[in-house]
């Protein structure tokens, strides 16, 4: 077996993780995507593993707690997309805009995410 | 010493049919327009991923991401999709208004990762011998080697396990 093989595969699936965190609104979804980026580095993981023969089996162990870590995170993430779905009757990402900079433009929940983002990263880093 | 890179041997050619169909998958995942099928293509996705551990010989870790993965955190996603009564079936707006920035950022990361890993690791090869990633060669490994970082996400987990717990709990008031 070709060590480039499931590595390539696995940027292939991170690069799909990441235009899932960036592309997708639902909350949800954003944590699907960053399970494709988990997995990603548990294929590289296991790959590795495999390759170096390392005789303490350090990435395959590295690969089961990274599985469980992702179990808890899943956990927890699920209880706070739950808690702010209580409290706002919604979970689009974009429009949780409580915590940004106070701009002209972000007052109204803008139902395109672009524009309010791409003004608040130029008019954050100024002073005020 | 090394074997050319192509043609593929009959192990690499399952591995890349097992690769497509979760690379497929995860594609669906991230594009399609309704929420559960989302969560239905992400069980393709890890039970392919699961094959290609399989074939690469760690089997222990293939079945723990078939009970975990595919059991537990997918089961998860759908009691949250659920829960937050998503609606099913079709929907528009699942997409945020940067899509295009974010297809330019991922086939800028996956150009320059798959640019360097192949460049790297090109002439990388290895056999497989079955049996190395076998649940008592791993397990030996885990409770003899890393039994201390073991323990300690046994402690995380319960952690994990309260603290979603208490945030979601109505009737559990922070103090005033």
Redesign the interface.
Known sequence: ?????????A??????????V?????T??V???V??ML?AV??NL??F???L?DQ???G??L???V??????????G??????V??NRQS????RLRELSEPTELSEPPS?????P?ATKVTTGGGPE | MTPALWPPTAQEIVFLLLSVVAVGSALLVVTTRQLVHAALWLVACFGALAGTYLVLTAEFVAWVQVLIYVGAVVVLMLFGIMLTRAPIGRTADLNSGNRVIAAIVAIATAAVLVTVVIDGFRTAYTPLEPGTGSAESLGGSIFRIWVLPFEALSVLLLAALIGAIVISRTDIKGRE
């Not at chain 1, 077996?1 to 595969?9: F, T």
């Not at chain 1, 940027?11 to 899932?20: K, P």
């Open positions: 077996m070709h060590v480039v093989y499931p590595a390539v595969v940027a292939l699936l991170f690069s799909i993780g990441v235009y899932g960036l592309a997708r609104r639902n949800i979804l944590l699907m995507s399970e494709l997995n548990n294929l296991v790959a593993d495999v390759w023969r303490l089996h350090g395959q162990v690969t089961l707690f599985i469980v870590i992702a179990a808890a995170e899943v956990g927890i699920l209880a706070i997309v739950l808690a779905y209580r979970i689009d990402l974009d139902p395109n995410g672009a524009q983002v």
